[in-house]
């Protein structure tokens, strides 16, 4: 199984990214979805997470209303849609995939993705 993280860069406050994350070796129908972050000294944490039907879509608070999560089950690909950004958001972001229905904990997901670095300047 593999999980392939892209579209981490640098951006200023306010600005926008997109992450993408796309699959190989599993039953993508199979899984749900997930993306954490870790920024330097501080636990992993959950930001989103989507089933494959997008019947359960959870957010973890401080990126409601900024942050999308969607997937392409044709193309065995997750997004992160990213927007009004903040330095806060500064993390290693990962991609990671659950036989569950995907949530806040990490001890309910199989696999995961590489990472991908996003920096937001101020």
């Known amino acids: 199984v593999q999980l392939q993280a892209s579209g981490g860069g640098l951006v200023q406050a306010g600005g926008s990214l997109r992450l993408s994350c796309t699959a190989s070796?599993?039953?993508?129908?199979?899984?749900?979805m997930g993306w954490f972050r870790q920024a330097p000294g501080k636990e992993r944490e959950f930001v989103a997470s989507?089933?494959?039907?997008?019947?359960?879509?959870y957010y973890t608070d401080s990126v409601k209303g900024r942050f999308t999560i969607s997937r392409d089950n044709a193309k065995n690909t997750v997004f992160l849609q990213m927007s009004s950004l903040k330095p806060e958001d500064t993390a290693v972001y990962y991609c990671a995939a659950s036989r569950g229905s995907g949530g806040p904990d990490r001890n309910d997901y199989h696999y995961w993705g590489q990472g991908t670095q996003v920096t937001v300047s101020s």
């Open positions: 989507h089933t494959w039907s997008g019947l359960r879509i």
């Open positions: 070796g599993l039953t993508f129908s199979s899984y749900a």
